[in-house]
């Protein structure tokens, strides 16, 4: 669902979410055509503060967050493996013809395992990095307590534009059943990190 509003009587805002197929595809195809946004705003907002009340829930979010990054981690594995190979097989080519004498297309094969070298070397570099910050981001049950633990104190003092700023750091999607009518909250991996230092900082503000 995405966000929209309309205004009634010149000045009267209301807020709601409207479901995406509906918009595309025809209300029809959309259970639930729209929700006011203020009640599932307050839903996702109460959700963050259970968290920290309910050992259960706490749990099974950083299973959750976990399973989420140990599988972008085993992606970066799987291709990590592939191009170490590709890099591989392009070095013992690349010895191959300096081994022998050269002509014309052994030069131009040359040139061709050396660009196929350095773009490899390139992503290389790349997923190294991507799998340090991934593993950053891995969120302990500290982290997410220490989060939680400045969110009661700071929200309501937050403007809505910023309020809004402090849950799009930790909520990565909301999904909204219509014919269950029940709400699964997605986290960000790195969100508690994230708001933690946000709400310190509006505090320390304040």
């Not at 190294?128 to 400045?150: G, H, I, Y």
């Not at 986290?187 to 505090?203: D, Q, T, V």
């Amino acid at each position: 669902m995405i966000h929209s509003h309309t205004t009634k009587d010149g000045n009267k805002r209301y807020r709601y979410y409207v479901c995406v197929n509906a918009q595309k595809r025809g209300w029809h195809n959309c259970p639930s055509r729209s929700i006011p946004a203020a009640e599932i705003e307050r839903f996702v907002v109460d959700q963050v503060r259970s968290i920290a009340r309910e050992p259960e829930l706490l749990g099974t979010t950083l299973g959750a967050l976990r399973q989420q990054i140990d599988s972008e981690l085993d992606e970066l594995r799987k291709e990590r493996d592939g191009i170490e190979r590709d890099l591989e097989s392009a070095n013992a080519g690349m010895r191959a013809i300096v081994s022998a004498p050269l002509d014309s297309q052994s030069s131009a094969r040359q040139a061709d395992l050396l660009d196929r070298i350095q773009t490899d070397e390139r992503r290389l570099t790349e997923i190294r990095e991507a799998t340090f910050r991934l593993r950053s981001e891995l969120v302990t049950e500290q982290d997410v307590k220490d989060a939680l633990q400045e969110f009661d104190p700071v929200w309501e003092s937050l403007s809505p534009r910023e309020q809004a700023r402090v849950l799009a750091l930790l909520v990565e999607r909301v999904d909204y059943d219509g014919n269950a009518g029940t709400v699964a909250v997605s986290f960000r991996p790195l969100g508690f990190k994230e708001i933690a230092k946000e709400l310190e900082l509006e505090e320390t503000a304040a």
